[in-house]
């Protein structure tokens, strides 16, 4: 395959720099001119000293690194910390995927092909994010004593998608070489592990693969043979960009990267066109089934004699990304026979609608046939479906029907609900009815020797049909309950509560992937996960677990349970309850429900999470996570309620330096992110959960490092408050008397300096810290990431507001940082990744915010950071981030300055 240069490609947008980190005390050998900031030209005069390290950085075109104290803290290890949350099949295992920290730039800014949402490379012919993402190696923890046992990896690769085989004594994994991907094999008992693929995988829009239950063969896609060399873009090009509109209103989100022309069409094609095929793991033999095909994805019977297979098809779109194109599910034998069309999905451009997707009209229909899974006894697919609609007879006028009795009505308005069976070679005569209801179904599972039926029923399930019923509606009663397949008409009702009641939630079924009919295991996920079931024909047992929560969660933090309940009595056994000591404890994975054998995860406000096994009363420790940052675990803390003027409560979180001294004032750095609520009860139901015993987690972008140099780190909550659809009417208003309200509290305990504050967030805060900016006077410096400063940008909706611009123009253009440029109180540092993909938040709007700001003398810089999304991914980019933001908070919070070394 010929790999294009950079100079032969348009359609892969890069830009190479360098990706050296430059420490502080090499900066001084550059001469930048006193008070040099972003924006200024620093060529015409180098002779004169900078004015300050901090101005200095904040200046340079090179990479930064800040204070050692914040770059121990961000380049901590934490990755190697291991949770053990998923057991191997047969429950002997954990696996630990074992990390080098962030991805560097080198790897980030790998050539890449942008199409529709789709990145993808065309020299290793994967998905980019199976790149710049993945594992350095694998360690497997024993379940019984905590032991390790590593797998042998080869070098000069990367690995990802680790997947046990159903019974567990093989694990495979995909290894990522620089120009292809292969597929490896492991054997859990030594760790040797062996390449199983002849030919290379084709990862790009299938990024994984899967095992046959009999755990011979793994089923993936590959190259297809005698592939072309990759499309070259015509020279010259052969006509504009077009985009046509539709009839009907077509209220589309702002997408990044979409398709645009001929020349995308046909490599998208390239890339995902690839040839369906099984390798035997023990002679990597590869059987091709069917032709190649634009295939999106697969899913294997477990006796690896059929699949459903879902391929993409044209026509393309230019006004929607590559997820809303066409495309057929269908049933496909081993030779690639079509058996059976599942459903077929059209073109969607925005007109028949997006499900999740605001400010979309229309509505996608329901699937006929729901819950869809392969039954790991090899039986056929199981699914749920309504029971066909009565047909009309035969000249009946259906102008005007005639009157009908009571029952005759109810007979046509409840359709019963069913689970049907469909077995090879799936034809339309070869489906029957497993179990049938008068009420609708969500879901549906089966005990391991395929027994029991376990169902749930949810509110708006009723026999009606479509898809507000399918969803669940609102409020009303979750029902589980178990079906004896040979006793049909006798339910045994497992829980039931109304979704109203939070502080009831009884728990969900303990599931398991334990041995299949004929001895075979069941693979995990999908048909592979059943109902683990104890005790004895006539007295069957299922497990519980879940959470309790209390209507004081500063009193009374969570608690984790495990309850025994019998099937046919519903009598409930407590097997196990976390205490409430000054601890959280939870189970993070059931080994053996009926002998009471898990492992839980105990942690503490002051200690890091552990693992242990639970055996009966014995408890063995199998893990030895580290807190790599004691300091900023121990700091002193506070959270409490403010109120505003009008009376509405909420909370903030304030962590001080650990040297904080009562009544000593010091500057503070402001983060939040605002949220919108109808009312001081939704708002106050969204705490419920707040866990008093929890660990601080840490990332790298962790706002409170900012206490190992002295700041104060307050993160308040934001509500926006308002009727439904009208929320953002108070925006402003609501956004002012939050931080007011926030900082007269932090002013009367004595914990802030008022004139040295500042203010930040990403994203939706970045956007709220600019608003803050030109609509108060608070604050003296602002760090702004990723965010959408004038909402006419989005003039169809944005976050939960659904009225489009033309609607409520006022609000549009109040909540426009933008179009307030000119009132902008303190400086603001900006910062944005150059490949945002997030919608609202194109790359553009931070350099047109910060011409305006430069046009009217306000004070401001600006950062836009190489093949970076929607927040930094790199570890060049964010250790260069916390250089400018120290930097810039020493500059404007008027910090004593760190001396230079």
């Known amino acids: 395959m010929t790999v294009p240069t950079q100079m032969e490609s348009k359609t892969m947008r890069r830009i190479r720099f360098t990706t050296a980190l430059v420490p502080l005390a090499a900066l001084f050998a550059v001469a930048l001119p006193a008070g040099a900031l972003i924006g200024q030209d620093t060529t015409a005069d180098q002779t004169e000293p900078p004015q300050s390290a901090a101005e200095a950085i904040l200046a340079s075109p090179e990479w930064m690194q800040p204070p050692q104290e914040i770059m121990d803290a961000v380049l901590a290890p934490r990755y190697l910390n291991m949770n053990l949350g998923s057991a191997s099949p047969d429950r002997r295992w954990f696996l630990h995927q074992v990390s080098d920290g962030q991805v560097t730039m080198d790897r980030f800014s790998r050539p890449f092909d942008e199409l529709g949402g789709q990145f993808l490379e065309p020299q290793a012919n994967r998905s980019r994010r199976l790149s710049t993402r993945g594992a350095v190696g694998y360690k497997l923890i024993s379940a019984a004593d905590g032991s390790v046992t590593d797998i042998e990896v080869p070098r000069d690769a990367r690995f990802s998608n680790a997947s046990w085989s159903p019974d567990g004594s093989q694990l495979a994994f995909y290894a990522h070489y620089d120009t292809e991907t292969h597929i490896y094999v492991a054997d859990p008992e030594n760790g040797r592990s062996r390449r199983v693929t002849r030919e290379p995988v084709l990862a790009t829009m299938v990024t994984s693969f899967e095992w046959t239950a009999n755990g011979e063969e793994i089923a993936t896609v590959l190259i297809p043979q005698g592939r072309a060399s990759r499309p070259m873009e015509p020279p010259v090009p052969p006509g504009p960009h077009v985009k046509l509109t539709e009839d009907g209103a077509n209220r589309l989100r702002t997408y990044a990267s979409l398709m645009a022309t001929p020349y995308d069409e046909e490599l998208l094609e390239w890339h995902v066109t690839g040839q369906l095929a099984t390798v035997a793991v023990s002679n990597r033999r590869v059987t091709r089934i069917g032709e190649p095909a634009m295939i999106r994805s697969f899913d294997f019977s477990p006796d690896g004699r059929h699949a459903r297979v879902t391929t993409m098809r044209r026509p393309f779109s230019y006004i929607v990304p590559v997820s809303s194109f066409g495309r057929v599910e269908e049933i496909w034998d081993r030779e690639g026979n079509v058996l059976a069309q599942l459903d077929e999905t059209e073109l969607n451009t925005g007109i028949r609608g997006t499900p999740g997707a605001p400010g979309v009209a229309g509505e996608e229909e329901e699937p006929e046939r729901r819950s869809m899974f392969w039954r790991a006894d090899g039986a056929g697919l199981t699914y749920l479906q309504m029971e066909p609609e009565p047909e009309e007879e035969e000249g009946e006028d259906t102008e005007e029907e005639p009157e009908e009795e009571e029952g005759e009505q109810e007979r046509r308005a409840t359709r019963k609900d069913r689970v049907m069976l469909w077995v090879p070679p799936f034809g339309e005569d070869d489906v029957s009815v497993v179990y049938e209801t008068s009420q609708r179904m969500s879901s549906h599972r089966y005990s391991v020797g395929y027994e029991w039926l376990f169902v749930t029923r949810r509110p708006g399930g009723g026999g009606g049909g479509g898809p507000a019923a399918f969803r669940g509606g609102g409020g009303g009663r979750i029902t589980e309950y178990a079906v004896r397949l040979d006793e049909p008409e006798t339910t045994y009702t497992i829980t039931e509560r109304n979704t109203s009641d939070f502080y009831e939630n009884p728990g969900s079924l303990v599931m398991t992937s334990g041995v299949g009919a004929g001895g075979a295991f069941a693979a995990v996920g999908g048909g592979g996960s059943f109902v683990e079931m104890g005790g004895e024909p006539g007295n069957e047992v299922v497990f519980l677990t879940g959470t309790i929560y209390h209507e004081d969660p500063l009193e009374s933090s969570p608690q984790s349970f495990m309850d025994r309940v019998s099937v046919r009595t519903g009598e409930k056994e407590r097997v196990y309850e976390s205490s409430n000591d000054g601890q959280y404890e939870r189970i993070a994975t059931v080994l053996d429900a009926d002998a009471g054998k ?227 109180t303190g400086a603001v540092l900006l910062y944005h990744g150059m490949h945002d993909q997030n919608v609202g938040t194109a790359p553009d709007h931070s350099p047109r915010l910060f011409h305006a700001l430069n046009g009217l003398e306000k004070t401001a810089a600006m950062y836009m950071y190489p093949f970076e999304d929607h927040g930094p991914a790199t570890v060049e980019t964010t250790l260069d981030l916390w250089a400018r933001w120290t930097a810039w908070l020493e500059v404007h919070l008027a910090k004593k300055e760190r001396p230079v070394t």
């Open 598 to 824: 898990f492992v839980v995860r105990r942690e503490t406000p002051t200690e890091i999470g552990q693992s242990y096994l639970v055996d009966g009363d014995t408890r063995t420790q199998l893990t030895s996570n580290v807190d790599y940052t004691p300091d900023i675990t121990n700091a002193p803390r506070q959270r409490f309620t403010v109120e505003r003027p009008d009376g509405f409560r909420f909370l903030v979180n304030v962590t001080l330096p650990p040297d904080f001294v009562e009544g000593e004032r010091r500057p503070a750095m402001f983060w939040f992110y605002p949220r919108e609520y109808q009312d001081q009860e939704s708002y106050d139901e969204r705490g419920r959960t707040y866990n008093k015993n929890s660990f601080p987690n840490f990332g790298t972008r962790s706002m409170e490092y900012l206490i190992r140099l002295g700041y104060v780190v307050v993160e308040p909550d934001a509500p926006i408050v308002g009727d439904a659809g009208a929320m953002n009417n108070n925006y402003e208003h609501d956004l002012r008397n939050n931080l007011a309200a926030v900082i007269d509290e932090l002013d009367a305990r004595g914990i802030i300096d008022r004139q040295r504050l500042g203010l930040g967030g990403h994203s939706y805060g970045a956007f709220s810290t600019l608003n803050a900016m030109v609509h108060t006077p608070f604050f003296k410096a602002g760090i702004a990431g990723d965010g959408n400063y004038n909402r006419t940008f989005t003039p169809l909706g944005f976050q939960s507001e659904r009225r489009i611009f033309w609607d409520a123009p006022n609000v549009y253009l109040d909540m426009s940082p933008f179009m307030h440029a000119n009132d902008l």
